[in-house]
């Protein structure tokens, strides 16, 4: 398995700037994709951004413009700058790695999920 720190989240004012963080570790041979998903109270978790190895991205539509994915390989770690928040894009947000890893069976595909950090866009 991977393992994925989150950091980033808190609470913000309609407007204001949030930059989240994601830190990738474990016995890892290549990533295919990292991105953020956020799940809101009541509803389906959504992806919000997501990154692939050759640096494409793809957004939600409903947070194009305001949000910007990017990446730092030697780090393992993804970063989402979030800008003109929204009180609708209070949720927790989820990081999730997808790409190949190392077991002591030999290689597999692994999909991994952090633990969550609460983004919360409030006056």
Known sequence: QVQLVESGGGLVQPGGSLRLSCAASGSILRFN???????????????????????STNYADSVKGRFTISRDNAKSTVY?????????????????????????????DSDSWGRGTQVTVSS
């Open 80 to 108: 989402l700058q979030m800008n003109s928040l929204k009180p609708e894009d209070t949720a927790v947000y989820y990081c999730n790695w997808r790409g190949r890893i190392l077991t002591t069976s030999g290689m597999a």
């Open 33 to 55: 994709t990292m991105g953020f998903y956020r799940q809101a109270p009541g509803k389906q978790r959504e992806l919000v951004a997501a990154i692939t190895s050759g640096g």
